[in-house]
């Protein structure tokens, strides 16, 4: 049950009595078609107050086996015998019921995550869309090949059949809970695979409302199963199962390491897209008002808590003073509140756990004495805040510069000339994305080639498009989400070799 606290939160910022219902409820399994309340509770906060907002429950293999069987009854029932028109129509109904629903899943996003609402709406849910209805296109483009065998006469034919991996293991993180699993199933979806979705036991509101509108859209039951609780517990279980095909992973990389490790005992296939520590190259000849922009989006935006937040940023001496400079001064014009505070240009992270860890390394810097060139960090009685923080030229070796923070510190560094900035972008183990800022093209290829990194912005950051794939390299895992080259993810290819076609 929520706290009053929260309940006072809502109220303050209009939330309607319908949304309150839909947020405060307890957030069930969902398994063929209906809720499903097993396990031990775990409760789940409000990011900006702290205080309770609804409780999950933790099913562990007992509810995980349920929804597993659930898939492969619906797999290899109604919808692998549908005709990829009908499961087409069915994406497109559903990218018409988000679409119908999009504030309200804005406000479940906002409130379950504590991010601004002015974000979630058309970032979140609006680019989840997109999602789905780009991939809706790809349920009746899946087809083989056929041809001449090289090594034989023309009495031999061969050719290829595309199917779906089967059952599809789809686990979302907490910084995009609604946005990252979309990613998932929608390629998932138009292969026509099953999917046994596990959001995180800090966010899950939203996959249960999701659930909700695929069965409303008339998808079969069991075609999409919601399995809850701890990672350590339900996660472990569902990456385990023998019966699962595919698994699609979003999260940390130790936790990654993990589910990979676990998936190899069945040969299970995997995405992994795992964490970062994105560069940012900026060269002498940048556009500065771009580039405290993009600096800006790159690491504040969802409080840090982004996967390929450009958290390193390798400034050209000649003109890193005024980038840090300009740079400080916009960072600090941000209001750090609520996520429904329509002036909320920053929320909590969110979790307390999360703030935490975020503030050790801010305490960190702190006690090595960093340059810290803006240190908003106090934290708050109430809520999860850290406002942001800008290390201006921390050691290479320090844990500011070299790891994972996920949260509102970015780390400025001062390079001498363009083959200093290249060098200090590469040192890293990550290799999810990168930022490149230059007017000179031939200066943005040369060094687009040279970086170990899956995704590169160039003058800008987080412009995401369905149609072209993310996912990292290095120990920021592999595979892709979005483009055409997810769908290889959720399809096995059979080769058929024929003898005897030219005969007769």
């Given amino acids: 049950m929520a706290d009053e606290i929260v309940l006072q939160y809502l109220e303050k910022w209009g939330v309607s009595r319908e949304i309150v219902k839909l947020v405060t409820r307890p957030i069930a399994h969902w398994i063929d078609g209906a809720p499903v309340e097993l396990g031990e509770r775990i409760p789940v906060y409000e990011p900006s107050t702290g205080a309770t907002l609804t409780d999950t429950f933790d099913g562990g293999a007992e509810i995980v086996e349920q929804a597993v069987r659930s898939s492969r009854r619906a797999f290899e029932g109604e919808w692998s015998a549908m005709r990829s028109l009908d499961r087409q129509s069915l994406i ?13 899943l804005g406000l479940l996003e906002s409130i379950d995550v504590g991010k601004p609402l002015s974000q979630a709406v058309p970032i979140d849910i609006g680019g989840a869309i997109d999602v789905i209805r780009y991939f809706a296109g790809w349920a009746t483009k899946i087809s083989g090949r056929t041809g001449d065998m090289v090594a034989y006469d023309q009495q031999f034919l061969g050719m290829t059949l595309r199917q779906p991996v089967g059952v599809v293991a789809a686990i ?8 990252t699993l979309v990613w998932k199933i929608g390629a998932a979806l138009a292969a026509g695979c099953t999917i046994v979705a596990k959001p995180s ?3 899950p509101v939203s996959t249960l409302r999701l659930a909700e509108l695929i069965t409303q859209a008339g998808f079969p039951d069991g075609v999409f199963n919601v399995v809850n609780g701890k990672g350590s517990h339900t996660g472990a279980a569902l990456v385990a199962h023998s019966g699962i095909n595919k698994v699609s992973f979003t999260g940390s990389t130790p936790t990654g390491i993990k589910v990979g490790e676990a998936a190899l005992q069945n040969m299970t296939r995997l995405t992994l897209e795992l964490g970062g520590k994105s560069p940012a190259l900026v060269f002498a000849d940048s556009d500065i008002d771009v580039v405290v922009e993009g600096l800006y989006n790159g690491i504040f935006f969802n409080t840090g808590q982004v996967c390929d937040a450009t958290s390193r940023a390798i400034v050209d001496a000649s003109i890193f003073d005024e980038v840090l400079d300009r740079l400080v001064e916009r960072t600090k014009s941000v209001r750090i509140l609520p996520g429904l505070d329509p002036e909320s240009g920053m929320g909590p992270l969110a979790s307390s756990t999360h703030r935490d860890s975020v503030m050790r390394f801010v305490n960190l810097a702190r006690a090595d004495k960093l340059t810290l060139a803006l240190d908003q960090a106090q934290t708050q009685n109430s809520g999860y805040f850290v406002g942001p923080v800008i290390v201006e030229n921390p050691p290479h070796d320090h844990a500011v510069w070299r790891d994972e923070v996920f949260g509102p510190v970015l780390a400025l560094s001062r390079a001498q000339d363009s083959q200093d900035i290249v060098r200090q972008a590469a040192d890293t183990r990550y290799g ?5 800022y230059s007017r000179d093209i031939q200066r943005v290829l040369g060094a687009a080639r040279s970086l170990n990194a899956g995704t590169i912005y160039v003058n800008g950051h987080g412009f995401l498009d369905p149609s072209f794939p993310f996912g990292g390299l290095g120990m920021s895992g592999f595979g892709k989400d979005m483009g055409a080259e997810q769908m290889d993810a959720y399809l096995e290819t059979k080769t058929l070799l024929v003898s005897g076609v030219g005969v007769g």
């Fill in 92 to 104: 497109f109904r559903l990218a018409d019921l988000m679409e119908t629903h999009k504030e309200e």
């Fill in 432 to 436: 999810l994305a990168a930022a490149i």
């Fill in 172 to 179: 979302a993180p907490w910084n995009f809970p609604f946005q």
């Fill in 201 to 203: 036991d800090t966010t």
